[in-house]
């Protein structure tokens, strides 16, 4: 049974009582290094480090390596930075495959991008329900009451892309759209592409549109939906961006994407670490805007400086 790692805080007092060295390390330790989205926001982190004069060092697995999750390597990285003696760490918690104690972290630290089981711990990171929503409402106007919407889910122990996808679907419903498709593609990227077109081949009714709730979902459905006949092929919305999105965007191929900002919330999550160590108070919950893009909105200059964020990301893990 796959389930998320489970992170102990010995107590927000050690927080409180916790003295910087004037030399602060800080880890940061993602759930992938593959995905633009983690390499974006591991420049935002390195950017936020530079600008609060303290050292980060940066470690990821490989978010489509099954082996990384059965044999829980960032259960080991956490356990390595701890050894390390970091003063703060910042981590992205991912599945693990078997039960494993976890480390006890007394260092101050915070989440960022997703939340974990079982612990309350301080956040930075999209409201994903709210952005499911917004994705939703990307439809409206655009296809008639009762059409019919498919929902390619990724995997049922993923908090974050299970949240934008009880947000669209909440929304869709409302808007008068009727789900009639929700799939699982799991987590393995050479196979989502396959299990999207087994599902649209199988649905004996064509979808009117159909939503995929982060970037390797989005890029394996577009390509299946692409195979399809022009005239059977839905609107899709997407979610968090590829370059090579750009162009589907502008040629209709995605209806709408609904990006976050992960430089941002790298940048956020570190500086807010940085200070709330600086200051000897535990870090605040962060709550990370998304943008909204479609076509007509590719040229705005808002959209223009957040897609230049993925024209040359470093690699998340150094």
Known sequence: MVRILVVCLVGLLAVIHHTVASATEIGVILAGNRSQFWQVLADGVR???SDAKVDVIIRAPNEDDPQAIRDNLQVRMIQSMLERKVDG??????????PATPPLIGVPFLLIDREGADYSAPLVATDNYAAGRRAA?????????????????????????????NGFIAAATELGFRVVLQTYLGYDIRGMQTAAAAALS?????????????????FSVLRAINALPK???????GFDYWPSFAPSLRNGELHAIVIQRPFNMGYEATRELAESMRANRPPRHINIGTLVVTAARLDDADVREELARYEKPRKAGE
């Open 202 to 218: 199988a649905h004996t009714q064509a979808l009117d549109a159909v939503f995929t709730p982060h970037d390797i979902s989005t």
């Open 47 to 49: 950017k936020a480090a």
């Open 231 to 237: 005239g059977k092929r839905p609107l899709h919305v």
């Open 137 to 165: 409402q990307t439809l409206r106007g655009a296809l008639p009451h009762g059409a019919r919407i498919g929902v390619f889910r990724v995997a049922r122990d993923l908090q974050a892309t299970t949240a934008r996808e």
């Open 89 to 98: 760490l910042i981590l992205a918690p991912m599945p693990v495959a078997a």
